[in-house]
């Protein structure tokens, strides 16, 4: 298994792609909280990560890539659900996120994550 950013798909045709792999994908921070002086902040942060599988078998109906992504992203949800990275108020906990998606061979499966950071003025 392959762990990818944004960068490493940046142009990177579908059929070129390193597969099963988790792409790790930064989706940006929400403002959850802000002091009226501006100088300290807590922010929800949403992280997508894509698991991507490929498998032809029962191209068409895509049964067995489905499969595979499924299988993958059990894996995915029980390294990440709970864990906190060191820069972060709290822990991933997961949130809404886009649909997945087939084509031709490949399954896309989003799972999103939201982590709550705080920064703040040195005083």
């Known amino acids: ?33 802000a ?9 929800a942060q949403t992280w997508l990560t894509v698991v991507s599988v490929r498998n032809t078998k029962a191209l068409k109906a895509g049964d067995a890539a489905r499969g595979g992504a499924g299988r993958l992203a059990h894996q995915v949800l029980l390294a990440l659900m709970g864990f906190k990275a060191p820069s ?23 799972l999103a994550f939201s982590a709550e950071v705080v920064v703040k003025q040195p005083t």
Request: charged fraction near 20%; avoid cysteine.
């Open 1 to 33: 298994m392959h762990v990818l950013t944004g960068a490493d798909l940046a142009g990177v045709a579908e059929e070129k792609q390193l597969s099963p792999a988790v792409h790790v994908v930064y989706q940006g921070a929400r403002v959850e909280e």
């Open 35 to 43: 002091r009226s002086d501006g100088k300290a902040a807590r922010f």
């Open 88 to 110: 972060a108020a709290g822990p991933l906990v997961p949130v809404s996120g886009p649909a997945a998606r087939y084509s031709g061979g490949h399954q896309y499966l989003p």
